[in-house]
């Protein structure tokens, strides 16, 4: 009795706590991701943890994944069909264990693996999108949470993506910083049509996808995102693009959920199709 009391009690906290923070955000979007429709979902089969990145070809899904109690890292790669798992490779390196969102270019795929807190360190870790053998890394006297690869660029974003670090992989010496133009959070960045599209949260129940001119960084366009299911910390739901994102075209898809996962599929709306056209340089 005494136990039921308490979840009772515990049940009814939340419900207000909830309550006062949907009263403070009136501009909440309440639907999935605005000007978007949800086409269908595909389950993620085999083991997830804290999902952080998404991308995408026309056979493979990776997601990147950190599992916070033994501290270790992951990037996993799944069959785009079946959704079943095919391998994965550990990322974890010493202190840093925390990989964030991902971006492939030709045969690439970028992935930021930082401490877990702001101002520490991290690595842009480059691996073989076929062999997912590690070809080299990069090291950044800051915590990076996502990455957007394009050719000989690098765009990588810090702790709740404040700043954005720009990299010449031509010269790795050239580093320079931006402040980011969006409020977001971005969880996920990636390249597309010359434009950088970030994905990420503006509180627990909301998020937004941005489009950023690319090189003048000025924030183009943006659509809000509602949140699925209970939130975190309690639940496993959040904002559609609180965690991976990647677009193909005018298909849009995301994983928001920890493991167990599953990739939504959306598709955007004309407005602006132009400059939705998917182009991994």
């Known amino acids: 009795m005494i136990r039921k009391t308490m979840r009772s009690g515990l049940t009814a906290l939340l419900l207000v706590l909830s309550s006062l923070a949907m009263a403070t955000a009136p501009d909440q979007f309440d639907g999935g991701i ?3 429709r949800l086409l269908g979902t595909l389950k993620l089969e085999g083991e997830l943890f804290h999902v ?3 991308e995408l070809d026309s056979r493979r899904i990776w997601v990147t994944s950190v599992d916070s109690e033994n501290r270790k890292g992951y990037i996993h790669e799944f069959d785009r069909l079946t959704g079943k798992l095919l391998r994965r490779l550990e ?3 010493g202190a840093r264990y925390h990989p964030g969102g991902i971006s492939i270019s030709g045969r690439s795929i970028w992935v930021p693996v930082a401490e877990l807190r702001p101002k ?3 690595i842009l870790v480059e691996i073989d999108a076929d062999s997912l053998r590690i070809r080299r890394k990069i090291h950044v006297a800051d915590h990076l949470g996502c990455v957007a690869a394009s050719g000989r660029t690098l765009v990588a974003g810090n702790w709740d993506s404040e700043t954005l670090y720009i990299f010449d992989l031509d010269n790795e010496a050239r580093v ?3 402040p980011n133009p969006s409020s977001t959070r971005h969880q996920d960045m990636k390249f597309v049509d010359g434009q950088l599209v970030a994905g990420g949260s503006l509180s627990l129940w909301s998020g937004t996808v941005d489009w950023i001119d690319w090189p003048s ?3 183009s366009r943006t659509l809000r995102a509602g949140a699925i ?5 309690l639940g496993r739901g959040g904002p559609y693009t609180g965690e991976g994102m990647a677009i193909e075209g005018r298909d849009l898809y995301v994983v928001p959920e920890d493991g167990p996962s599953r990739m ?3 598709r955007l709306d004309d407005q602006g199709e132009s400059r939705l056209a998917a182009v991994h340089q």
């Open 34 to 36: 605005e000007q978007a």
């Open 52 to 54: 952080q990145g998404l």
């Open 91 to 93: 990322l974890t390196d």
């Open 120 to 122: 520490s360190s991290a």
């Open 176 to 178: 320079r910083t931006v």
């Open 217 to 219: 960084m000025k924030l």
């Open 229 to 233: 299911g209970p939130v975190r910390p």
């Open 264 to 266: 939504f599929h959306f």
